[in-house]
């Protein structure tokens, strides 16, 4: 099906764009890889009047390197993320993120800054921004707002941006040292989007012993989530596999589990846990363990 007829803006300064955004709001909506937006349009979920589009804006891709990390431009594509050597070598997590996400085709037009955007329940990146507690940078033309992770992500498909903002840059600090990371998923058969997909981040100290657990789950609620039980039951553990397994059966707590048509509520706490304790496992692995 075609999409309903609309505007379309080319800017090519940022303040030009968000100028657009300002003055139009909800009846526009920005345009990246369009690998969302271009969907929902065909099937007339969204009916923008105007589509800005982001891919003349210069400065809006790319990875710099920060003091604390990295930043990415919201508009790097998910193969940018995947290939850079800045990430593998300050964050693989995000490469290994990023190389997980549908095929080729979809990693070289889909964009991070899109996908957070968009904020899919079933999207790969949420789980680990969330467990590597990242910062998203927001802009208008009032100035830029800095939104934490766990702030972002509000309810089925529905984040903290507000309609005269585009998200402009994602910033992820580094790690502590002795920290492992891991992503692992259960891809559904066509998409590859995430069923369940689990991100872990251990931190261990000199003897061993759990000083730091992050872990983000995508997939199973209307939004990815933090796994607040299995990070308490981590800490000060050997991380063994005995502490790897108790900690990851708490997995399903405060998680908004509900039937649909991938799996029921049922079988998505016993995903959660699988995956959690695959995750954890191979970052454990990872951090020296
Ligand atoms: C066949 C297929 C399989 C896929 N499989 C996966 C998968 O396995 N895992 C996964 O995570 N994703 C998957 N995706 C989604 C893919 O990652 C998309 O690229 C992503 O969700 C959206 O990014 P985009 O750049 O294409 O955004 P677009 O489609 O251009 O935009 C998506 C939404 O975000 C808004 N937006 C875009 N950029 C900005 C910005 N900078 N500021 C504010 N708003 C913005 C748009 O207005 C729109 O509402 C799949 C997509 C397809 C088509």
């Known amino acids: ?171 992820v600090s580094r790690p502590p040292a002795g920290t492992g990371a891991a992503y692992v998923k259960f891809p559904h058969p066509a998409t590859r989007f995430a069923i369940v997909g689990v991100a872990a981040l251990v931190t261990r100290d000199g003897q061993g012993r759990c000083t730091r657990a992050r872990l983000g789950i995508t997939g199973v609620g209307p939004t990815a989530a933090r796994l607040p039980g299995v990070e308490a039951a981590l800490a000060g553990t050997a991380l063994d596999r005995a502490a790897i397994e108790a900690a990851a059966r708490r997995a399903a707590e405060g998680l908004d589990l509900q039937d649909d048509r991938q799996a029921t509520a049922t079988e998505k706490a016993a995903l959660a846990g699988v995956f959690a304790r695959r995750a954890l496992a191979a970052a454990v692995a990872r951090s020296g363990g």
């Not at 800017?11 to 369009?34: F, I, V």
């Not at 949420?126 to 992500?153: H, M, N, Q, T, Y």
């Open 1 to 171: 099906m075609y999409p309903a007829s609309f505007h379309y803006h080319a800017p090519t300064t940022l303040e030009a764009a968000l100028a657009l955004l300002a003055e139009l709001k909800d009846r526009a909506r920005p345009l990246a890889g369009g690998h969302s937006l271009l969907p929902m349009m065909k099937l007339r979920l969204a009916q923008p009047e105007h589509v800005i589009d982001l891919r003349k804006l210069p400065d809006l891709a790319g990875i710099r390197a920060t003091d604390a990390g990295l930043a990415i431009g919201a508009a790097t594509t998910h193969w940018q993320v995947e290939s850079s050597p800045l990430v593998a070598a300050t964050l693989p997590l995000l490469a290994e993120v990023a190389g997980v996400i549908a095929d080729p085709q979809v990693r070289n037009r889909g964009t991070i800054g899109g996908s957070l955007a968009h904020a899919d329940p079933a999207a790969d990146y949420p789980a680990s921004l969330l467990a590597l507690e990242a910062e998203l940078v927001c802009a208008s033309i009032k100035g830029r707002r800095v939104v934490k992770a766990g702030d972002w992500f509000q309810g089925l498909m529905t984040t903290a941006l507000e309609p005269d903002e585009l998200l402009v840059e994602i910033r």
